[in-house]
Each structure stands twice: as C-alpha cells, then as structure tokens.
C-alpha cells in the first residue's frame, strides 16, 4: 500500500502564493505517476496538474497552466504544487494521488492512492 500525505494549504489573499506538497511512504515504486486534483463545494473533483515519477514529464490544466508548477523530489518522495497568482476561483480542497499506470492521466478515476486533501482558501 502506499500514504499519501498532503500538506501546505492555507488562506491566502488574492494575487498571492502556496507551495503544496505531498508526501508518499509504503510501496512508492508502484507508483509511477503523481497527480494534483481539486474539489470546491458543490463541485466535481477536477484535475489540476500530473508528474512522471520516473520520467520528467508534466501535465497540467488550462485553467492553471501558467501558474502552477508541479515539481517532484525522489529522494524525499515528495511531489511539490507551487501556486502563484491565486484567485478566488482557486479555492478548494486539494488531493495529490498516485497512480501505478505508465503514462499522465487526467481522470481522478484513474489514480490508486488518494491523500486526505488540503484545504486552500483565496480570499478577493
């Protein structure tokens, strides 16, 4: 099995930055790719960006492509989300997830392992 803990969120004004970061423990060779999700109220969980874990590649969505950046530390099995230039529209609780299959997938379906989420409120 393999944890999932994420860690990072707050409340921040508008304009502002977070760093998230998740950490995996247990059976972290199965996973080979990690990948950040978000839910606001009322919403479906909706995806916010991937990393190989073995590879350098990145995904992200359109919706914060220019403004996250999602980084990773093998060494600390950390995987990191750098949020710069938050909006209201940003505020959700924020999952980070393995996935064993190859490839970055965008379908929180897709993805094994689930951390207990972070909460990250943007104020206007």
């Known amino acids: 099995q393999v944890q999932l803990v994420e860690s990072g969120g707050g409340l921040v004004q508008a304009g502002g930055s977070l760093r998230l970061s998740c950490v995996a423990s247990?059976?972290?060779?199965?996973?080979?790719?990690v990948g950040w999700f978000r839910q606001a109220p009322g919403k479906e969980r909706e995806f916010v960006a991937a990393?190989?874990?073995?590879?350098?590649?990145?995904y992200y969505a359109d919706a914060v492509k220019g403004r996250f950046t999602i980084s990773r530390d093998n060494a600390k099995n950390t995987v990191y989300l750098q949020m710069s230039s938050l909006t209201p529209e940003d505020t959700a609780v924020y999952y980070c997830?393995?996935?064993?299959?190859?490839?970055?997938?965008?379908?929180?379906?897709?993805?094994?392992?689930w951390g207990q989420g972070t909460q990250v409120t943007v104020s206007s």
């Open positions: 997830a393995g996935d064993k299959s190859y490839g970055i997938r965008t379908y929180y379906t897709a993805y094994d392992y």
């Open positions: 990393i190989s874990w073995s590879a350098d590649r990145t």
């Open positions: 247990g059976r972290t060779l199965s996973i080979n790719a």
